[in-house]
């Protein structure tokens, strides 16, 4: 079953408090997102670790019940943390990090890599008998391969779409409205290993 | 059969006629690298297209019969470029790009990025029993996967070890020196479809 990318680059989402230590004016949508109500903010911040520094990254709107940074490997290994990958909300073992608005700044630990994950309604995962928790990706092309551990995110008004961010992207070659296939099957145990002896150096 | 990784960050090859155009002094090694007589060396260039450059960017010795830029696909978003994927000393349609040293700058249909390959001599391959052109990988993990279109690059005095970009590392979550295993499988045909009608939005 072929499904549209989403490609996330790194972006913050605030609590209403927080966006109000940052800024004076209210949030406003530049642009809707595929997924309903969301929108990439006009407001951009920018994040500090340290001696490091990344300008101009995108407030995803409207404000949330938490603080996250959501940020590639790339990024984590130039802010030089080690962020955990985790599902969008936990929070759990999160890294800290500043982020600095025209108002003010704010510490919060808050930095994690999003999961690989698909956005799917009730309806529409009943009509799609996507009755996992999570399946694998195919993607084709000259840079091809399978990505794992795509979960699946079921929620009220979601747009039927696979969300990855700019390294798994990049390193498929993918972009914003690309198609991939989505496949479920054990290829950990199912493919063949290569024959031959394990190599000693 | 295991294979260790080898992460190839940014970098650059330049002929001994070019690095005498960026560079008085001569090349020195400041790390040894797997692959033998290969290191990384003490000069450093910038990289230019346009208004954007990436400074700090290691020249990897010795000389070569060709200039070379390879970069990630990341690199390519930031520098504004639509480098190819290519093998290693291939340069068809390799993007224009200036490489500034100390001395001078020179600009060169230079820009590439690799493809994933494997480094391995002639009796290893035999060894091995790795006689095809072209492997996968399967890295597992929280973010677990397969890299397809792993090209064998066969050499005298090689180091076995599978080069993957940045992007491809870091979409994995790999690191210089992890292992991974070598597939060779019919994946594309072989794995299952998912049930269900495509959906259409």
């Known amino acids: 079953m072929r499904i549209k990318v989403g490609v996330s680059v790194r972006h913050v989402h605030l609590t209403e408090e927080d966006y109000n230590l940052l800024f004076d004016e209210s949030l406003k949508s530049e642009r809707e997102l595929n997924q309903p109500g969301?929108?990439?903010a006009k407001q951009k911040v920018t994040l500090k670790i340290g001696t490091r520094t990344i300008e101009n990254v995108r407030i995803i709107g409207p404000c949330r019940d938490y603080t996250q940074v959501e940020l590639s490997k790339t990024d984590t290994y130039y802010l030089k943390i080690n962020a955990p990958v985790r599902t969008s909300g936990d929070l759990k073992d999160a890294k800290g990090i500043t982020i600095v608005g025209p108002k003010g700044s704010i510490t919060r630990k808050a930095a994690i890599i999003a999961d690989?994950?698909?956005h799917i309604t009730k309806e529409d995962r009943e009509l799609l008998q996507l009755?996992?928790?999570?399946?694998?990706?195919?993607?084709k092309g000259e840079k091809s391969g399978i990505l794992g551990n795509v979960k699946i995110k079921e929620?009220?008004?979601s747009y039927f779409?696979?969300?990855l961010d700019s390294d798994d992207a990049n390193a498929f070659n993918l972009k914003q409205g690309d198609e991939v296939e989505i496949v479920k099957v054990k290829i950990w145990k199912k493919i063949k290993k290569t024959k031959g002896k394990s190599f000693q150096s």
């Open 161 to 163: 779409e696979l969300h």
């Open 131 to 139: 009755s996992d928790d999570e399946y694998q990706v195919l993607i």
């Open 116 to 118: 690989r994950h698909i």
């Open 155 to 157: 929620a009220p008004n």
């Open 38 to 40: 969301q929108f990439a």
